[in-house]
């Protein structure tokens, strides 16, 4: 099943103003990961975060990080209109069990930044 | 560096026949390897998946099936096609062992079985 679930499902924006997406998951992780989609393509690995982690920075990209919550957010800042694409969290489950090595989809973000 | 290809990009077959998509992947050995359906767009649904040569997971009782006859080739195929396997299939790789965490993904097969 998608444990993953993106909030917004759309979002669109002006070039300059930050992007925030966000994420919520049902069970235990040992990892949750930022991918990108732009239209008709593959996905592309942003940034991933433990679940020992509450923040990690990547460039404009700022992921957070609650695993009482069993959320995360992802911002981007003065966001720029070649961020426009659908952006995908997935988690990594923790070690054991059938689904160890497996990551979960959400149903991803669409971002769109107007110029 | 490493690079995942998949073809053909696009295919357009008819009800009932047969599928072979192809994936291979370079510059790595015994990559753990994946195959996704994407509905219109949104979230990805893992389909099978593989950690070495004829060992194939199978996630969701379908249409379809997996091989993996060479360490850095995955084929999905199907001996007849429903409407409803029309979809963007991605390959994925990722490292074995503890750097095994982020995915790499091919750049996709659009089908639409008519």
């Known amino acids: 099943s998608q444990q993953g679930e993106e909030d917004p499902q759309a979002l669109s924006i002006q070039e300059g103003e930050n992007a925030t997406m966000n994420c919520s998951y049902k069970?235990?992780?040992?990892?949750l990961q930022w991918y990108r989609q732009n239209s008709g393509r593959g996905l592309v690995h942003l940034i991933l975060?433990?679940?020992?982690?509450r923040e990690k920075h990547s460039g404009r990209l700022r992921v957070t990080l609650d695993t009482s919550k069993k959320s995360s957010s992802l911002l981007i800042t003065a966001s720029r209109a070649a961020d426009t694409a659908s952006y995908f969290c997935?988690?990594?489950?923790?070690?054991?069990?059938?689904?160890?090595?497996?990551?979960?989809f959400g149903q991803g973000t669409i971002l769109t930044v107007h110029p | 560096s490493q690079t995942i290809h998949q073809w053909p990009a696009t295919l357009v077959q008819p009800v009932g026949s047969p599928l072979s998509l192809e994936c291979t992947v370079e510059?790595?050995?015994?990559?753990?390897l994946y195959w996704y359906r994407q509905a219109a767009g949104r979230g990805l649904q893992l389909l099978f998946y593989?950690?070495?040569?004829?060992?194939i997971s199978s996630e969701v009782p379908q249409n379809l099936s997996a091989s993996r006859p060479q360490d850095r080739q995955f084929i999905l195929s199907s001996k007849k096609l429903l409407l409803s396997d029309s979809g963007f299939y991605l390959c994925a790789w990722s490292p074995t062992g503890v750097r095994g965490y982020e995915q790499y993904f091919g750049p996709g097969t659009r089908l639409t079985v008519t």
């Open positions: 069970t235990s992780i040992n990892n």
């Open positions: 510059g790595t050995s015994n990559p753990n």
């Open positions: 593989s950690v070495g040569i004829g060992q």
């Open positions: 975060i433990r679940s020992n982690e």
């Open positions: 997935a988690t990594r489950p923790r070690a054991g069990g059938t689904s160890y090595g497996k990551l979960t």
